[in-house]
């Protein structure tokens, strides 16, 4: 089955700087790529999304980037908000199951 | 549209005993997934289901664990003689098309029945 390996699994940054998480992937089939934003006790919100005949996409501040040769993926964010503060989880799929990663969680410092 | 909708939010059970947990997709969605989120880890699959059918239920136990999708009502997760390495928080997805990412098809994910097993 699909393994997804997500780095890091913590990450603290200062209010205005750039935050990036990255994930690998094995089963070279996956052809998604979601990332959910998951706020502590609440549900994970899908943020932005990726297939796989695309290379990058942006949304604002949300970026994600796609490497199918090396089956590696990454969420930037840029000017950090405190409102970015959250666990952030990276999936691949090549159909309707969904293979996580472990989760980075993102401290937002004032 | 309500969203995914999912109750209880909070289950206490004694071990032995059963919990049910329940899951209303969005209106029109009849795709439905559950997942299990342990603390501090991602969330693994556990079923897939299509009105009235069990399409992939490779990530449930084959003990103790069951899933439906009637016709009429909710998704619902049984869960028998539970242990306490059943404690987790336990998600229910759904999706208009099973094929995800495919013509912008998303998973919809509800609030999560989090469920402690003392």
């Known amino acids: 089955g699909e393994n997804v390996e997500q780095h890091p699994s913590t990450l603290s940054v200062q209010e205005g700087d750039s935050a990036v998480i990255k994930c690998t992937y094995s089963d070279s089939a996956s052809n998604y790529f979601p990332w959910y934003k998951q706020e502590l006790g609440k549900r994970p919100q899908l943020i932005i999304d990726i297939r796989s005949n695309v290379g990058e996409k942006k949304d604002q501040r949300i970026a994600v980037t796609l490497n199918k040769t090396a089956k590696h993926f990454s969420l930037h964010i840029t000017e950090t908000q405190p409102e970015d503060s959250a666990v952030y989880f990276c999936?691949?799929?090549?159909?309707?199951?969904?293979?996580f990663g472990a989760g980075t969680t993102v401290t937002v410092r004032a | 549209n309500a969203g995914v909708m999912q109750n209880p939010r909070h289950l206490v059970r004694r071990r032995g005993q059963e919990a049910r947990l329940r899951c209303s997709p969005m209106?029109?969605?009849?795709?439905v997934y559950w997942y299990r989120q342990l603390p501090e880890e991602g969330l693994k699959f556990m079923v897939y289901l299509q009105k009235e059918n069990i399409i992939d239920e490779s990530g449930m136990p084959k003990e103790r664990f069951s899933a439906e999708f009637p016709k009429e009502g909710p998704s619902i997760l049984r869960i028998q003689q539970v242990v306490r390495g059943d404690s987790a928080a336990y998600f229910c997805?759904?999706?208009?098309?099973?094929?995800?990412?495919?013509?912008?098809?998303?998973?919809?994910f509800g609030q999560g029945t989090r469920l402690t097993v003392v």
């Open positions: 209106k029109g969605h009849s795709h």
């Open positions: 997805a759904s999706s208009l098309d099973g094929i995800l990412g495919l013509m912008n098809t998303e998973a919809f």
């Open positions: 999936a691949a799929s090549n159909d309707y199951k969904l293979s």
